[in-house]
């Protein structure tokens, strides 16, 4: 395959789209820069000499996976009552509006009772209104961050409104105003589904979009497609989640990852961190299917499609036969290894690159210091030179560094090899005699 593919790429025969979709691939697997499998080849024959000892824990994986994964009638039911909020939404504001579901609840990595996360997407409500025109109808001129503030504020005010209504129409859950960075409004409440008669605490945060690009919904949507490419994927990152949350490498209010980076670091891992990657880059594949940047979507997202093309055979080929508990072990070990303040991941490029500091967009500002002005006698303040985050992994869909809430990086690398130690001692002749293979709530702090 791979001669008849250069030919194509040299013009010598005529690329048939099956042949893309492989040319495509063939890129991706062929390329020097594309995969970094650092630690595997230390890593992987732990894995083959204790095989018996992963398959158990494997096995308490994938049974803990389908007890705490998302029912599909606590899916309907969140659906359902999204439903009922665009239709009560749509009457008080009179103006085109959409809702739409993001995040896990219909991403396929959802746990039960996990809240939703819902936007409320219209334009039209928060755009200048008469009152910021001069008399000849011209829009004041404002700087950027005064707009971003005009939005914010308009936001807000929408939101208050929206929480009136919906109070009024007693929808069984307690209604919150948010004043965060981004506004929303935070329901929660018991909730009984009427088809099954399951009750439930139902959590939803609501919040506004001025855009017509949702990253979140795209977001959502790429992370759907790779469940769909390897049934390890889901019951990994739910996984992975659990153990960065008792590891503490996932506390973004102690200046670690949030959960969504680590949905981000497992797709990389799977990308780049083996021999041969388990994901494709589906972005690069299908294009036309998910979204690139704001400025390259699909106009219509439909969470429930298939990818639009089969996928070759070479996708997702694993001769060795990685179980999840194995693929947890190598995540681990590839990070605990791992430079991230010198590397840069890209799932976009499908790829781990070096960090060019003089290009990074994402610069941060240290404290104020307090210098003397030798022209007024006078004590001023000035930053410091920028530095810049510590973390930079670059977000799929609208560039941005999911990674900036890490301050440290060294702290979190060595909760990552603290976690390989746990497993490696078993190969410790000191600790040997006295060493249980950890199982999952040695890694999670959950009973089985």
């Known amino acids: ?66 007890s705490v994964k998302q029912p599909e009638w606590e899916y309907r039911h969140k659906v359902a009552f999204k439903n009922k909020l665009e239709r009560i939404l749509a009457d008080f504001l009179t103006r085109p509006l959409k809702l739409v579901i993001t995040g896990s609840t219909v991403s396929g990595v959802g746990t039960a009772n996990s809240d939703a996360d819902i936007v409320l997407c219209a334009p039209e409500i928060i755009y200048p209104l008469p009152r910021d025109m001069e008399d000849d109808g011209r829009l004041f001129t404002i ?42 409004l935070k329901m929660r409440g018991e909730t009984v589904d009427e088809v099954t008669g399951n009750t439930f605490n139902m959590e939803v945060d609501l919040s506004l979009s001025n855009e017509l690009f949702i990253s979140s919904l795209h977001n959502t949507h790429l992370i759907k497609g790779y469940t769909k490419v390897d049934e390890r994927f889901a019951p990994l990152v739910t996984l992975v989640k659990m153990w960065s949350f008792i590891s503490g490498v996932r506390d973004p209010q102690r200046r670690r990852f949030n959960s969504y980076t680590m949905t981000l670091l497992v797709i990389h891992f799977l990308q780049c961190g083996l021999p041969r990657p ?28 298939d990818i639009p093309e089969p996928l070759p055979e070479l996708i997702g080929y694993d001769p060795i036969g990685l179980s999840v508990a194995e693929l947890f072990y190598l995540f681990i070990a590839y990070y605990s290894t791992l430079d991230l303040r010198h590397n840069v991941i890209r799932i976009k490029c499908g790829r781990i ?68 130690n746990v497993f490696n001692r078993i190969d410790d002749p000191e600790q040997a005699k006295h060493f249980l293979f950890p199982d999952l709530e040695d890694l999670t702090g959950i009973k089985e």
């Open 278 to 305: 388990i994901l494709p880059n589906l972005q690069a594949m299908f294009s036309e299917f998910y979204a690139l940047d704001e400025n390259c979507f699909p106009e219509r997202v439909d969470l429930d499609a």
């Open 353 to 420: 690159s070096k960090r060019d500091f003089n290009n990074d967009r994402q610069p941060r500002y240290e404290p104020m210091r307090m210098v003397e002005d030798d022209d007024e006698n006078d004590i001023k303040l000035t930053p410091w030179p920028h530095r810049f985050h510590e973390v930079y992994i670059e977000d799929p869909i609208d560039e941005h560094n999911p990674g900036r809430t890490v301050d440290d990086w060294e702290i979190v690398r060595n909760a990552f090899a603290d976690t390989l």
């Open 1 to 66: 395959m791979d001669e008849q593919i250069r030919k194509v790429h040299q013009g010598q025969a005529h690329m048939s789209k099956k042949h893309r979709v492989e040319f495509r691939l063939w890129q991706v697997l062929t390329s020097s820069w594309a995969r970094h499998p650092m630690g595997f080849q230390k890593a992987h024959p732990f894995t083959l000499k204790h095989r018996k000892e992963f398959e158990a824990l494997d096995k308490q994986i994938r049974d803990h996976w389908e």
């Open 143 to 184: 700087s950027k961050d005064e707009m971003k503030r005009l939005f914010r504020s308009r936001i807000g005010v929408v939101l208050r409104r929206c929480k009136r209504v919906l109070d009024e129409a007693d929808l069984g859950v307690k209604i919150d105003y948010v004043d965060a960075q981004i506004p929303l």
